[in-house]
């Protein structure tokens, strides 16, 4: 069922053996340009026109209006409501964290320069509606930008034609539970237009987040630096560092969870023990049989999907860092050892008992993560992600005096004589 690949004795870079989906982003981008051009010359005009084009449904307004909303929350599921309320709680305690104090420097004797965190003036959440629906997805977007003190949210998510023109109602309930009024039943790159652009009753916004489909990545690709963006996610991914000390049907389990969001989902068991790599491929065969996502767990698997037989776990932690995986299981002996070890991954989870499944839905942490290895150079959504740094400088003349013949040199040595001027005016 899964491809093995085996660098046991090998040290060479297994970047390039090493199964990943791709995500043809410059092939989207012909497709979303013409969208993202229509959605700023014609506004909402041309979201509602796209809308029907995309999604078959004809919006007789962009904003789902509060009575859908509260209606929404009204008819939920109590498990669900029960399960999201603690998902806000934990993933609140977890971003509460993050958040940073302003830091005032004394550079020299009246010379500070001050830090300050700035939340971001508007942001627009992207929660996608493909496959399945995401209300935990609403939590981690929403969440952290609550908490870094954002002063205007909004929400877009695809229209459903079972669900009256509207996103999914536990979509809505999420929103709602959260206390966000502002949601438009608005999808794909129409949706991310929409924002960068602002069209009439909605005001553009100054950041995009959120994951979504290779369209949603190109319209992020396309109109950054019209709109500030997070990340341009592609599919899901997973890896398991285990030895012959893990279950091998936990980590079946954990393959096949990862598997069934997505048939370009990747999932790489990275084990040095070939009889451990036997037992894991022994429970898939009866979790893939059994599971209610079957035909797509099955393309996930034998297509950018494998099992890297290493030397050691020190030759797994460095096979793990090369791919830099969205999520990283580490179940190992001495798990949390080998874990502070990883450099590079989304989100780490250690030992037997934690699951990226925990981490999706009640863990606390975010799972708005880098993919595609991206994570070798980029985080997972956080509060820092809706925040600016702003350096605030107050110098006196004496302080500004003391520097000045340091400025005069820099300034000589760019041939930048106004900078120099600009100094030496104030001190003549």
């Given at each position: 069922?899964l491809?093995r690949?085996?660098l046991?004795g090998?040290?060479r870079?297994p970047?390039?053996?090493?199964?990943?989906?791709?995500?043809d982003?410059?092939?989207?981008l012909?497709a979303?340009?013409?969208?993202?051009?229509?959605?700023?010359?014609?506004?909402?005009?041309?979201v509602?026109?796209?809308?029907e084009?995309?999604?078959g449904?004809?919006?007789?307004?962009?904003?789902?209006?509060a009575d859908a909303l509260?209606?929404?929350?009204g008819?939920?599921?109590?498990?669900?409501?029960?399960?999201l309320?603690e998902?806000i709680t934990r993933?609140?305690?977890?971003?509460?964290a993050q958040?940073?104090?302003?830091?005032?420097v004394?550079?020299?004797p009246?010379?500070?320069?001050?830090?300050r965190?700035?939340p971001v003036g508007r942001?627009?959440?992207?929660?996608?509606?493909g496959?399945?629906?995401y209300?935990?997805?609403?939590?981690?977007n929403?969440?952290?930008a609550?908490v870094?003190g954002?002063?205007?949210?909004a929400v877009?998510?695809?229209?459903?034609q079972?669900?009256n023109g509207r996103?999914?109602?536990a979509?809505?309930a999420?929103?709602?539970?959260?206390?966000?009024?502002?949601?438009?039943?608005?999808g794909?790159?129409q949706?991310?237009?929409m924002f960068a652009?602002g069209?009439?009753?909605?005001?553009?916004v100054d950041?995009?987040?959120?994951?979504?489909n290779?369209?949603v990545a190109?319209?992020?690709r396309?109109?950054?630096g019209v709109?500030?963006?997070d990340?341009e996610a592609?599919?899901?991914?997973i890896a398991?560092l285990?030895?012959d000390?893990?279950d091998p049907?936990?980590?079946?389990a954990?393959?096949v969870?990862?598997?069934?969001h997505?048939d370009?989902a990747?999932?790489l068991?990275?084990?040095?023990?070939?009889s451990?790599?036997?037992?894991?491929?022994?429970?898939?065969v009866a979790?893939?049989?059994a599971?209610?996502?079957?035909p797509?767990?099955e393309?996930a698997?034998?297509g950018?999907?494998a099992?890297a037989?290493v030397?050691d776990?020190?030759?797994g932690v460095?096979?793990c860092?090369?791919?830099a995986?969205?999520?990283?299981?580490?179940?190992?002996r001495?798990a949390?050892?080998?874990?502070?070890?990883?450099r590079n991954?989304?989100?780490?989870?250690?030992?037997?008992?934690s699951?990226v499944?925990?981490?999706?839905?009640l863990?606390?942490s975010?799972?708005v993560?880098p993919?595609?290895g991206?994570a070798r150079?980029?985080g997972?959504?956080?509060v820092?992600?809706?925040l600016?740094?702003?350096?605030v400088v107050?110098?006196?003349?004496?302080?500004l005096a003391?520097?000045?013949?340091?400025?005069?040199?820099?300034?000589?040595?760019?041939?930048?004589?106004?900078h120099?001027?600009?100094v030496?005016?104030?001190?003549?």
């Amino acid at each position: 069922m899964l491809t093995r690949i085996d660098l046991r004795g090998d040290r060479r870079d297994p970047g390039a053996v090493l199964p990943r989906a791709r995500l043809d982003v410059e092939v989207a981008l012909d497709a979303v340009r013409p969208v993202c051009e229509a959605v700023r010359d014609r506004g909402a005009v041309a979201v509602r026109e796209l809308t029907e084009r995309f999604d078959g449904v004809r919006l007789d307004a962009l904003r789902v209006p509060a009575d859908a909303l509260s209606a929404a929350l009204g008819s939920l599921d109590p498990s669900v409501r029960s399960a999201l309320e603690e998902a806000i709680t934990r993933a609140r305690v977890v971003h509460q964290a993050q958040l940073r104090d302003e830091a005032r420097v004394d550079v020299a004797p009246g010379a500070t320069v001050t830090e300050r965190w700035v939340p971001v003036g508007r942001v627009g959440l992207y929660v996608p509606g493909g496959l399945v629906a995401y209300p935990s997805s609403v939590v981690m977007n929403v969440v952290p930008a609550q908490v870094a003190g954002v002063p205007s949210l909004a929400v877009a998510s695809p229209p459903k034609q079972e669900f009256n023109g509207r996103p999914n109602p536990a979509v809505l309930a999420a929103c709602t539970l959260l206390g966000v009024e502002e949601v438009y039943a608005v999808g794909g790159a129409q949706a991310i237009a929409m924002f960068a652009y602002g069209v009439e009753d909605v005001p553009r916004v100054d950041l995009v987040t959120g994951p979504g489909n290779v369209y949603v990545a190109a319209a992020k690709r396309l109109l950054r630096g019209v709109v500030g963006i997070d990340a341009e996610a592609g599919p899901t991914e997973i890896a398991i560092l285990a030895d012959d000390s893990a279950d091998p049907d936990f980590v079946a389990a954990d393959l096949v969870a990862q598997a069934e969001h997505d048939d370009l989902a990747a999932c790489l068991l990275v084990t040095p023990s070939e009889s451990f790599a036997d037992a894991v491929e022994s429970a898939l065969v009866a979790r893939v049989e059994a599971t209610p996502h079957r035909p797509r767990v099955e393309k996930a698997l034998a297509g950018q999907s494998a099992v890297a037989l290493v030397d050691d776990v020190d030759h797994g932690v460095a096979v793990c860092d090369v791919w830099a995986a969205e999520h990283l299981e580490v179940v190992t002996r001495d798990a949390a050892d080998v874990a502070a070890r990883i450099r590079n991954a989304g989100a780490i989870f250690v030992g037997a008992y934690s699951p990226v499944s925990l981490g999706d839905y009640l863990a606390g942490s975010n799972h708005v993560l880098p993919t595609g290895g991206t994570a070798r150079h980029t985080g997972g959504l956080s509060v820092q992600s809706f925040l600016r740094g702003i350096h605030v400088v107050d110098y006196s003349r004496d302080a500004l005096a003391a520097v000045a013949p340091h400025i005069t040199a820099l300034g000589g040595a760019e041939d930048l004589a106004a900078h120099v001027e600009a100094v030496q005016t104030r001190l003549r």
